[in-house]
């Protein structure tokens, strides 16, 4: 039983290293810098423009994504 440990361990480690990358493309972030959006516009159906403020480069940045509705946050309409 002791042979089969490490490999036991191995494996383990990389299925949750595996499970958090996955969780992290999830995430609706900024493609240019990774921040999180500030603002949401809803467009076409169940798609909205994400928009936050970059502020070393003095600018907006938005992205068009799927929509992502939860009782906590709804994006507002346009």
């Not at 036991?8 to 969780?23: C, D, N, T």
């Not at 603002?39 to 992502?68: K, L, M, P």
Request: with cysteine; net charge positive; glycine share 6%.
């Amino acid at each position: 039983m002791r042979r089969g440990a490490p490999w036991l361990v191995l494996a383990m480690v990389v299925v949750a290293a595996a499970a958090r990358k996955s969780e992290g493309a999830k995430q609706n972030v900024c493609p240019i810098d990774g921040a999180a959006p500030e603002w949401t516009g809803r467009r076409n159906g169940n798609s909205c423009e994400y928009f936050h403020y970059n502020a070393v480069e003095r600018q907006t940045h938005s992205w068009w994504a799927e929509c992502e509705l939860t009782a906590s946050k709804k994006p507002k309409q346009n």
